[in-house]
């Protein structure tokens, strides 16, 4: 049986000493069959203001559209972070159903999601979504989303997903056909982690924020689904509504997972036109720690 589409795993430090995770919570994603070999060359994004890698030759990757969703929309009715969380998770389930690899390469993780908005999308359009493959190495690969209506929205959208074994539940090598797919829209064959979000967390303030857990924030592993953590950066903005008025860029990066009936403090910090917010969980020894970190913060 699949593990379910729409959940996101925890992280540790493995043997490799780079950027894996444990839990086997996968979120099925995988290429598409590519028609034909397209060069890529340019340098991946290394930091937060770095541009996302361009689009491949039309006809190459995975498309498909849908209506925008009322419970994807504020009450301005623009699609909002969680919502296109949810439309990423979708398209890579939809991508994954149409090749093969729902059985050589079923289970992926995010490590961090890129979401870029130029022109924000609102209800009632139509979404069209392009998926590709940005860079690659054996065992993860950038995936590339390009979200755009008739209306003139544009979203565009990258993740790093790694490859997970359904045995071990540890990163492992990416199916030679798989590889071969991935590598048709992409030059980019060396992809290393790198953390963008990296300021360290502000000391326990006043302004902390609680940050309670519901049922249906919870997927079948017991961890805080992705795109309930965007419920809380959309939180924060209500009170910085020109942020999401004007082009803008938000990354979030998935440190290690938020678990059920864990009690979640958000500290953040609204600084230079940016808002950084720190997902701090405290344990039973009284530690606090940080599992996710996301900013948000106007494009240049």
Same mark, same amino acid.
Request: charged content about 20%.
């Given at each position: 049986m699949r593990p379910p589409p729409v959940t996101w795993c925890g992280w540790h430090r493995c043997s490799t000493g780079c950027e894996p995770a444990t839990s086997s919570d996968g979120y099925h994603v995988g290429p598409p069959a590519y028609s034909a070999d397209v060069t890529n060359a340019r340098v991946e994004p290394a930091g937060f203001d770095?541009?996302?890698? !361009?689009?491949?030759? !039309?006809?190459?990757?995975? %498309?498909?559209?849908?209506?925008? $969703? @009322?419970?994807?929309?504020?009450?301005?009715?623009?699609?909002?972070?969680?919502?296109?969380?949810?439309?990423l998770q979708d398209i890579g389930t939809d991508n994954l159903d149409a090749t093969p690899l729902g059985k050589t390469d079923p289970m992926w993780i995010v490590r961090r999601t890129v979401i870029d908005v130029? %022109?924000?999308?609102?209800?009632?359009? $139509?979404?069209?979504?392009?998926?590709?493959?940005?860079?690659?190495?054996?065992?993860?690969?950038?995936?590339?989303?390009?979200?755009?209506?008739?209306?003139?929205?544009?979203?565009e959208t990258e993740g790093f997903w790694i490859n997970i074994s359904k045995d071990t539940g540890m990163p492992t090598r990416i199916s030679d056909g798989a590889l071969e797919m991935l590598s048709k829209t992409t030059d980019q064959h060396r992809l290393r982690w790198k953390a963008w979000l990296t300021e360290?967390?502000?000391?326990?303030?006043?302004?902390?924020? %609680?940050?309670?857990? $519901?049922?249906?924030?919870?997927? !079948?592993?017991?961890?805080? =689904? =992705?795109?309930?953590?965007?419920?809380?950066?959309?939180?924060?903005?209500?009170?910085?509504?020109?942020?999401?008025?004007? !082009?803008?860029?938000?990354?979030?990066?998935?440190?290690?997972?938020?678990?059920? =009936?864990?009690?979640?403090?958000?500290?953040?910090?609204?600084?230079?036109?940016?808002?950084?917010?720190?997902?701090?969980?405290?344990?039973?020894?009284?530690?606090? @720690?940080?599992?996710?970190?996301?900013?948000?913060?106007p494009r240049a």
């Open positions: 770095d541009e996302l890698a !361009p689009e491949p030759p !039309p006809g190459e990757g995975f %498309e498909t559209s849908w209506p925008v $969703r @009322t419970g994807d929309i504020d009450p301005n009715n623009r699609l909002r972070f969680d919502g296109v969380a949810r439309y130029f %022109e924000p999308i609102h209800f009632p359009d $139509r979404v069209h979504l392009r998926r590709w493959c940005s860079s690659m190495s054996t065992r993860w690969s950038n995936m590339r989303v390009a979200v755009t209506t008739p209306k003139g929205g544009r979203i360290p967390v502000p000391s326990q303030s006043q302004n902390d924020i %609680e940050f309670p857990l $519901r049922a249906t924030d919870i997927d !079948p592993f017991n961890h805080l =689904n =992705n795109a309930a953590y965007w419920h809380a950066v959309e939180e924060l903005l209500v009170d910085l509504p020109h942020l999401a008025a004007a !082009p803008h860029r938000a990354v979030i990066e998935y440190l290690t997972p938020v678990l059920a =009936n864990e009690r979640v403090t958000l500290r953040h910090r609204y600084e230079g036109g940016a808002l950084t917010v720190w997902f701090v969980v405290t344990g039973a020894s009284g530690e606090p @720690t940080v599992r996710t970190v996301a900013k948000v913060a």
